[in-house]
């Protein structure tokens, strides 16, 4: 059998002065889709950035299609695996499709150019967004959303098998945040790709993904199946307030009680 996209092996990871999660166990398997929930600071981002690959743990250890992160180059790393931060920085004047074109430097040769083909790629990206005739857009002259759009077209453009996503969500629209999140469940189900992503909202967590992991910020997790972990008193102990779920035809909502 082959090994999990992400695995965990007694995972810690520390801030300054607490423990954000311990002795995490986790496998996430091509086509499943991960929602990791918890309160403002509970360290739902610092997780996920070990997850990435980005900051080591305090212990254990994090594997992507079964080696470990420090075994792996960066470049290999990145062909597997695309991350989306909380904040996108753009320092630097360019254009939308230039910067959705970065998604593919991880496949090019230390000094290739990008091809024809790697620009119909991005090209199809920007189009799954809804972001097609934007192309030479100033990147720095896009609204909140647009610029959350542009991030996550960059990564589709990228083509990993891992998608790790910190509040995909972010600055989108209604409209926009059920697009995106279709787009992703298509990604997992056509494409057998896996996707981590921290949400807000646990009603469309409970739509749109397998599994759940509730951070409680303590060092304390829980980790399971999205139906049985979003339930109300689960979240309302989660948040710290009382929570109603209301179920519509097999989905699951939840309102303040």
């Known amino acids: 059998m082959s090994a999990p996209l992400l695995e965990t092996r007694r995972l810690r990871v520390d801030v300054p002065g607490r423990t954000v999660v311990t002795a995490l166990d986790l496998e996430l398997k091509r086509g499943e ?14 997780l996920l950035a070990t997850l990435a690959g980005l900051r080591p743990p305090a ?3 994090v594997l992507l299609a079964g080696t470990s992160y420090a075994a792996l180059p960066a470049r290999e790393a990145a062909r597997q695996r695309a991350w989306l931060g909380q904040v996108q920085i ?3 004047a360019s254009t939308v499709l230039e910067t959705v074109l970065a998604g593919r430097h991880p496949h090019l040769g230390r000094w290739a150019w990008e091809s024809a083909d790697d620009a119909r790629i991005a090209r199809e990206a920007l189009a799954a967004l809804g ?7 100033q990147v ?29 969500l972010a600055h989108l629209d209604l409209n926009h945040q059920i697009a995106v999140l279709d787009l992703f469940a298509a990604a997992a189900r056509d494409c057998g790709a896996g996707v981590a992503m921290v949400l ?3 009603g469309l967590a409970h739509r749109y993904c397998d599994r759940a992991l509730l951070l409680h910020g303590d060092g304390r ?3 399971g199946s999205a139906d049985a972990l979003l339930t109300a008193a689960r979240l309302s102990q989660l ?17 303040p009680a």
């Open 131 to 137: 972001l097609a005739g934007l192309e030479q857009r």
């Open 221 to 223: 997790s829980e980790l």
């Open 140 to 168: 720095q002259t896009l609204s909140g959303g647009e610029r959350q759009r542009v991030a996550l077209a960059a990564l589709l453009t990228q083509r990993p098998a891992l998608f790790v996503l910190d509040e995909p």
């Open 90 to 92: 753009d320092p630097f």
């Open 33 to 46: 889709r991960l929602a990791i929930l918890g309160r403002n600071g509970a360290g739902k981002s610092t």
């Open 200 to 202: 807000h909202d646990p």
């Open 59 to 61: 212990d254990g250890e």
């Open 239 to 255: 948040y710290g307030h009382s929570l109603k779920a209301l179920d519509d035809e097999g989905r699951r909502w939840f309102v």
